[in-house]
């Protein structure tokens, strides 16, 4: 790294170009800015070329690009300041004499007898790329628009130089000596050594702070050579892969590129998923090798979608399997979906298979939240899964993976999913209510009930009042204390609040008309007791042995 104290216009002296990285922000300066720089530069104004101004600093690293043409840098920190003293030069550049005009363009804007690819002094951003060719090259400014931040600027400036003001008339020609001699930075290149983005993130506190996802799409692209054509490699895998990536999760791609990586088996904290993907690809020797690992991000993040966005699977059941795992929040078993959807767009797992293993995932987590065993270890276990994935026979493969495990790893058996179906308190737990809705989906409705507004109801309240009490009898605290948050005694309604405290007799007649199937078994009962509650809890219990699978012997 080299740091130098050096005058702005330097940056916009002699045949070079300063590159403004695609993935870099768009221009963001406002009034409020360009009044400050404004007021600077003014200061410097009074006093004469022979004051100094700070602007901070501006890191630069040389671009890798055709080695043709003329150097070319990428303007890691410091875009909006140097955008900001270009539009001022073009400002300028209308307000001058026509020789003084030709300078300004033909020194400190453009590369003159240069191709078009190597004119512009400054290339911004693709966003704000042809407003400031339009401005530059062609002289013609977008009318004063606040959403044109360019033009916007372009104007500010233009007006300040033509102040109108007898009592304080501004000389342009002195306004450019000004910023000529008296505007300062601390010009810092970085050597082929240095890492742009650790440093950037230091130097950027002021703005946005960069994700985990920025910082790999800076890295990646910088691994290809830079060019302001449509045509350049940067530009092209930016168009191709990045871009149709951002689109399709948006805020989840850093959530994302944690779970791709961690396919591969390692464990990876949400702070060290730049470090992760970047380690691996420092090993890669060629562009190729770049863009084809890319282009697997891509097409990955294609499968990432539909387990966000389930809509987007076309198989029904696949998608519905998705939709569970969904509700679940089993976020941990997205490493191991990832690689079940690679293999099935290779063509290595057919659809019925992937939807037996979505099946053993959901069945896996469903028993173990039942039986009440701790998730601390769900996300190590999946990571192990994907980590050892096969190459065939994989429906065979997960079910023995996940039978295999004991203690807080195990896949609850029949006889521990019964004893805690029946008997655990479930209510209050993440799972019982998504439990609860596809015991009531398995009812296969000939008409489509809508359950999404239901909530979970205790037949038998939470609180025992006097009427509940004369109800149950001498059994009634320890009916309530032991059995009143089972799955015997919950169900959904979207009656709850009326329901609340009543008698049973007035609970059965508010719930007459349900089209809820999981409500018909307790309007048949004469009374609600421990009887009832257990009964209900083992017929339930046959269905849920048939909705969720249990391991191998």
Request: glycine share 4%; net charge negative.
């Amino acid at each position: 790294m080299e740091a130098s104290p050096a005058k702005v216009i330097q940056y916009f002296n002699g045949e070079k170009q300063n590159l403004i990285p695609l993935f870099q922000r768009p221009y963001t300066w406002t009034e409020n800015n360009w009044q400050t720089l404004w007021e600077d530069l003014m200061v410097q104004y009074e006093v004469g070329d022979t004051g100094t101004h700070f602007m901070g600093a501006i890191v630069s690293v040389p671009a890798r690009s055709v080695p043709v043409g003329v150097s070319k840098y990428l303007i890691i920190d410091g875009q909006q300041r140097l955008t900001t003293v270009s539009l001022l030069l073009c400002a300028l550049r209308d307000c001058l004499d026509s020789n003084s005009a030709s300078r300004i363009q033909e020194v400190y804007l453009t590369n003159r007898f240069r191709n078009l690819e190597d004119t512009l002094k400054l290339v911004p951003t693709q966003v704000d790329r042809d407003v400031y060719r339009t401005i530059v090259l062609d002289r013609e400014v977008p009318s004063n628009n606040k959403d044109v931040r360019m033009a916007a600027a372009y104007h500010f400036f233009k007006k300040k130089l033509k102040s109108s003001d007898p009592d304080n008339s501004i000389d342009p020609t002195k306004v450019l000596i000004t910023l000529e001699q008296c505007l300062q930075v601390v010009m810092i290149n970085l050597g082929d050594d240095d890492d742009p983005y650790l440093i950037f993130e230091s130097l950027n506190f002021k703005g946005e702070p960069l994700t985990q996802a920025d910082l790999v799409r800076n890295y990646l692209l910088m691994r290809f050579r830079h060019s302001i054509s449509a045509g350049g490699e940067q530009e092209r895998v930016y168009s191709k892969y990045w871009i149709p990536l951002e689109n399709i999760l948006k805020s989840n791609l850093t959530e994302f590129l944690r779970h791709y990586i961690m396919k591969d088996g390692d464990d990876i904290k949400q702070g060290g998923i730049y470090a992760a993907i970047k380690a691996k690809l420092i090993s890669m020797n060629s562009t190729e090798q770049v863009e084809v690992e890319v282009q697997s991000m891509q097409r990955f993040g294609e499968f990432y979608a539909r387990f966000l966005f389930p809509d987007q699977e076309e198989t029904a059941n696949i998608r519905d399997c998705l939709e569970n795992i969904k509700e679940l929040k089993v976020t941990t078993s997205y490493p191991l979906l990832l690689r079940l959807f690679d293999a099935r767009q290779a063509r290595d797992l057919s659809e019925v298979d992937l939807e037996k293993c979505l099946r053993l995932v959901e069945s896996f987590v469903v028993r173990r939240a039942v039986c009440g065993v701790p998730t601390n270890l769900l996300n190590k276990l999946f990571i192990q899964l994907a980590k050892n994935f096969p190459d065939a026979n994989h429906v065979l493969w997960l079910h023995r993976s996940l039978s295999s495990g004991s203690g807080r790893g195990r896949f609850p058996k029949d006889s521990e999913f019964a004893t805690a179906f029946i008997s655990q308190p479930q209510y209050g737990r993440g799972s019982t209510r998504f439990i609860l809705c596809r015991l009531e989906k398995s009812f296969n409705h000939k008409e489509t009930v809508d359950i999404s507004t239901t909530t979970i109801e205790h037949v038998l309240p939470q609180t025992l009042n006097l009427e509940w009490k004369n109800e149950l009898g001498s059994e009634a605290e320890k009916v309530h204390t032991t059995m009143v948050d089972t799955f015997g005694n919950l169900t959904l309604t979207s009656y709850n609040s009326e329901l609340s405290d009543l008698s049973f007799s007035e609970k059965k007649t508010r719930l007459e008309n349900t089209h809820i199937e999981l409500n018909r078994w307790i309007l048949q009962q004469a009374r609600w007791g421990g009887a009832q509650i257990e009964e209900r809890a083992k017929s339930l219990l046959l269905i849920a042995s048939n909705i969720w699978l249990s391991p191998l012997d």
